[in-house]
């Protein structure tokens, strides 16, 4: 079973931007569907965004489209969250997964990694 392990997050200020990493194990990593999601506090977690396994077809959630980027590079087991223009609303924890229709039955989640945006 693969196994991810997200970095990158921290403390920005409003208009500040962050890159997120996910680190997969094993080498199916690019077999996968991937997405980005986050779970701010009080509230559910929702899907940021996704991307297909070439990377070549994207899709974001609208509140945080024209700001955020999702890559990857599936040599290097390794997926990627480019957040510019970040908004005090973007606070929240992010989780990198696999993506498919049923994502909100996954019960295999890492740790995440914690974005604050604050003045």
């Known amino acids: 079973q693969v196994q991810f392990v997200e970095s990158g997050g921290g403390l920005v200020q409003p208009g500040g931007s962050l890159r997120l990493s996910c680190a997969a194990s094993?080498?199916?990593?690019?077999?996968?569907?991937m997405g980005w999601y986050r779970q701010a506090p009080g509230k559910q977690r929702e899907l940021a965004a996704s991307?297909?396994?070439?990377?070549?077809?994207?899709t974001y959630a609208n509140s945080v489209k024209g700001r955020f980027t999702m890559s990857r590079k599936n040599a290097e087991n390794t997926l990627y969250l480019q957040m510019n223009n970040l908004k005090p609303e973007d606070t929240a924890v992010y989780y990198c997964?696999?993506?498919?229709?049923?994502?909100?039955?996954?019960?295999?989640w890492g740790q995440g990694t914690q974005v604050t945006v604050s003045s």
């Open positions: 997964n696999r993506f498919s229709g049923n994502w909100r039955r996954y019960d295999d």
């Open positions: 094993g080498n199916i990593f690019s077999t996968y569907l």
């Open positions: 991307i297909s396994i070439n990377g070549g077809s994207l």
